[in-house]
């Protein structure tokens, strides 16, 4: 099983320290989230039906009809590589591990392309997944770049699928928002993956959509089974993507509060990467900053290649960070 951010329970068992009294910057996940409303007492012992107020609201937010709601954009992942036989796969790297790592179980050949190489693998693969912008490393590509790459696999059959689960702080990275600004149909092999769980802040709904062609999300459909959204969480969505004013005060908060971590972290030394939600720090000893943080209560994500920050909830978690960055050793970057 992969690691991912958010294992409190690892980090308890390594050092000792109740997962309550951790600091975690581990996830990248809004630590301010969309206030859930009320909830009528027969959701929790009906089944959910399809939620026409989740497919208005959603398609009014992502600017197009050609959506499916599933249960995480994790249940997408997994069911894509399902869909098709062996394939030439190439994953933009680093990024998030999840997708090298269920195409390769589903028995396609996968091949990591840093970022600086993808325009040269479009044409040498039959799918190709970008994270944009990237987690961990926050690299972003232009959206008319990727719309061109998503013509070139579609000719011939292929796939672009783009995991924009960070674009909502930033909307101009958004692929549907690009077509329906130019009226543009949906290319043929463009899949767009969405989630809820980063900048509403509810990793735990279990909510995300795919945005593709009809034929394809009808595949999905029917793999993903009936139910596959509970009534809960496609109500709670509905609220939060048809919130347009806490959107707007949302995403200049978190614009504010990344541009604060930067500075925070460029203040010691630290040249980093990143979006509105985290920041991410090239290291060639990764360990040794993450042990330093978490002798200090404060749990970050650790990669072979560097770390990466989650932005801390309130004032008390800032100055948590900022005792922390002064402690590490001055020449230790």
Known sequence: ????????????????????????????????????????ANIWHQLPQQDAAL??????YYGTAALLPVAGTQAAIQALPRLRIRARV????????EHAHRWTVAG???REVPYARLAGAVDDCDVMVVCNPN????????????????ARLGARGGWLIVDEAYADATPAYGLAQALAA???AW????????SIG????????????????????????????????SGPAQRIGAAALADTDWQATMRARLQADGERLQGSLAAHGMATSGCALFRYWPHAAPDAFADHMAARGIWIRRFAHGVRLGLPPDERGWQRLQAALRAWPHGAT
Do not use: C
Request: proline fraction near 10%; charged fraction near 15%; hydrophobic fraction near 50%.
């Open 1 to 40: 099983m992969l690691e991912h951010g958010g294992n409190l329970d690892d980090a308890a068992r390594r050092y000792g320290l109740p997962p309550e009294a951790w600091l975690d910057l581990s996830t990248g996940i809004n630590p301010h989230p969309y206030p859930v409303p009320a909830l009528p």
């Open 55 to 60: 497919l208005q609201a959603a398609q009014a």
């Open 90 to 97: 190439a994953v933009a790297a680093p990024s998030y591990a």
């Open 108 to 110: 396609h050949a996968v």
């Open 135 to 150: 987690n961990p490393t926050g690299e972003a590509i232009a959206p008319d770049l990727l719309l061109r790459w998503a």
């Open 182 to 184: 130019t009226s543009s």
């Open 187 to 194: 290319p043929a092999g463009l899949i767009v993956l969405r």
């Open 198 to 229: 980063k900048f509403f802040g509810l990793a735990g709904l279990r909510l995300g959509f795919v945005l593709a062609r009809d034929a394809l999300l009808a595949r999905l459909a029917d793999m993903a089974g009936p139910w596959s959204v």
